[in-house]
């Protein structure tokens, strides 16, 4: 595995394999790897001949008071975990070769980026896409992975997409979990042994949706549901809700009825510092 760490080496390595006819994938990522991240890098080897795994924790997608300080980064953990799984290149630019001075420009999706974890977060997916607007345009990857623990953020990449004519195709990878049934992420290394059972009321709530659908026979009032859930998790020690959201899969438009053709979505503060998202369909 090759570390690179600027714009005119990825690209140099990338169009040389595109030259010998070879397909390339893009992981993005933030680093502090684990089996979510890992299990998109073996995904992205079998659907393509060469992965590009970037790691950037990207400054301008976190908000005043935010954790960007306190995100973990370790580039050499990160490195040693990415040649277990066959990635190619690790592309890990600084700051200032991802916005050098000078820098203004900013990519936005309108209206999916305002809701929910936008709507906690403004300027959060701005900043997403702008990043990732970027990485596509340095790396010219023929495929990008995202996971779907960040529901909002890949419809909100796959729209970019559309709109900006970016020729990349962009797939979605299921939430890899812990055994007990946390959403991994890299933010987990935050949580104490005391937050396990706060940590577990959002998987809690989803399966609370989904059996609640399944008695009522594939479909129950949305806004019903919504309020149980968010009870439950209000009443869990150490739990706060930012939202709980019963959304149509596609548009993120909050909707009527539960069914099959719609997501749960939410936003817990665990012992008021770690805020974790997850979702699921609810049948
Ligand atoms: O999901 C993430 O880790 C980040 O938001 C991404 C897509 C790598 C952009 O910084």
Redesign the pocket.
């Known amino acids: 595995m090759k570390l690179v760490t600027t714009v005119s080496q990825v690209r140099q390595q990338v169009r040389a394999w595109h030259d010998e006819g070879l397909t390339v994938a893009l992981v993005?990522?933030?680093g502090w790897f684990h089996e979510g991240h890992l299990s998109l890098m073996r995904t992205a080897g079998h659907q393509a001949d060469r992965v590009v795994v970037?790691l950037?924790v990207?400054p301008i997608?976190f908000g005043e008071g935010e954790d960007l300080d306190s995100y973990p980064r370790d580039l050499e953990r990160d490195s040693e975990m990415a040649k277990t799984v066959g990635v190619d290149v690790l592309y890990s630019p600084t700051v200032d070769e991802m916005y050098p001075a000078g820098f203004q420009s900013m990519v936005r999706v309108r209206d999916l980026s305002m809701g929910l974890c936008g709507g906690s977060r403004p300027g959060h997916f701005d900043g997403?896409c702008t990043?990732?607007c970027k990485l596509f345009n340095q790396v010219e990857p023929d495929k990008a992975f995202?996971?779907e623990k960040?529901y909002q953020?890949l419809a909100i990449i796959r729209r970019m997409v559309i709109d900006l004519d970016m020729d990349v195709e962009v797939i979605g990878c299921p939430i890899v979990r812990e055994e007990s049934g946390l959403a991994m992420s890299s933010r987990n290394v935050h949580l104490r042994d005391e937050d396990q059972d706060a940590s577990l009321s959002l998987m809690r709530g989803i399966d609370h949706g989904r059996k609640r659908v399944a008695a009522a026979g594939g479909s129950i009032d949305a806004a019903e549901l919504v309020g149980e859930i968010e009870k439950q998790i209000e009443t869990t020690p150490g739990c706060r809700v930012d939202y709980v959201r019963i959304v149509d899969c596609d548009s993120l438009v909050d909707v009527k009825t539960a069914d099959k053709n719609s997501r749960l979505i939410l936003a817990v503060k665990v012992a008021d510092r770690v805020r974790l998202i997850d979702n699921g369909s609810l049948v």
């Open positions: 993005p990522t933030m970037s950037f990207n997608q997403v990043v990732v995202f996971g960040d953020q």
